[in-house]
């Protein structure tokens, strides 16, 4: 298996527009998590999904961040407007079974908002 | 916040040494887990400790659970440069809901 996928795994863009990045977890996993990771709030849990359903999304910073999981094989979360302060690594992590098993983690995507 | 705290939040020790980290957190949990991460990378799962648990070792890992004290640790036997990186204790929200918290990490260095 290929891993967690995470893409692009580079993202710089201008405050205001709108920034999609995506996910493709590992094949069989059932439990999908998005997470930010900054060097003032550490590793942060935004959204979590079970079987393709939202189950938390209390991390979601605000009305701008959205996530979907059309199927079991890919998830987006999107940010519109981007603004600076969005600027963090976006990681997308699976498992099987929420957090009673061991989560892996993709690469990550570096958003810059400028 | 549930959110653990590590401690320390950086350690350096020559290779050979052990590295011990230390995790606390606040609320009743189902599990606690740690992973490594290192540098531009993602998360790599080390070892996951269930409530009911008080010890789990994996390789040179070996991992404690104190749930009386809200704390774990972490101990790296026979260090090497290659474990050079991150290291974050992660915990449920045990029966009070569904979020998931990493703690403060610690950067731990391995001078060859």
């Known amino acids: 298996d290929a891993g967690v996928i995470q893409s692009p795994r580079h993202e710089v863009t201008e405050m205001g527009q709108e920034v999609t990045l995506r996910c493709k977890p590992i094949?069989?996993?059932?439990?999908l998590f998005w997470y930010r990771q900054t060097m003032m709030r550490g590793l942060e849990l935004l959204i979590y999904f079970n079987n393709n359903v939202p189950i938390d999304d209390s991390g979601m910073p605000e009305d701008r961040f959205s996530a979907k999981m059309p199927n079991a094989s890919f998830s987006t979360l999107k940010i519109q407007p981007s603004e600076p302060r969005d600027s963090a690594v976006y990681f997308c992590?699976?498992?099987?079974?929420?957090?009673?098993?061991?989560?892996?983690f993709g690469p990550g995507t570096r958003l810059t908002v400028l | 916040s549930q959110q653990g705290e590590e401690d320390p939040q950086a350690l350096s020790i020559q290779e050979g040494e052990n590295a011990t980290m230390n995790c606390s957190y606040k609320?009743?949990?189902?599990?606690l887990q740690w992973y490594r991460q290192n540098s531009g990378r993602g998360l790599v799962h080390l070892i996951l400790?269930?409530?009911?648990?008080r010890e789990k070792h994996s390789g040179r890992l070996r991992v404690t659970l104190d749930t009386s004290k809200k704390s774990s640790s972490l101990l790296i036997t026979a260090s090497r440069a290659a474990d050079t990186a991150s290291y974050f204790c992660a915990t449920d929200a045990g029966n009070t809901g569904n979020q998931f918290y990493f703690g403060t990490g610690t950067s731990l260095t391995v001078i060859p």
């Open positions: 400790i269930r409530s009911n648990e």
């Open positions: 609320t009743s949990i189902n599990n």
């Open positions: 992590a699976s498992s099987w079974s929420g957090w009673y098993n061991e989560q892996f």
């Open positions: 094949s069989g996993h059932n439990s």
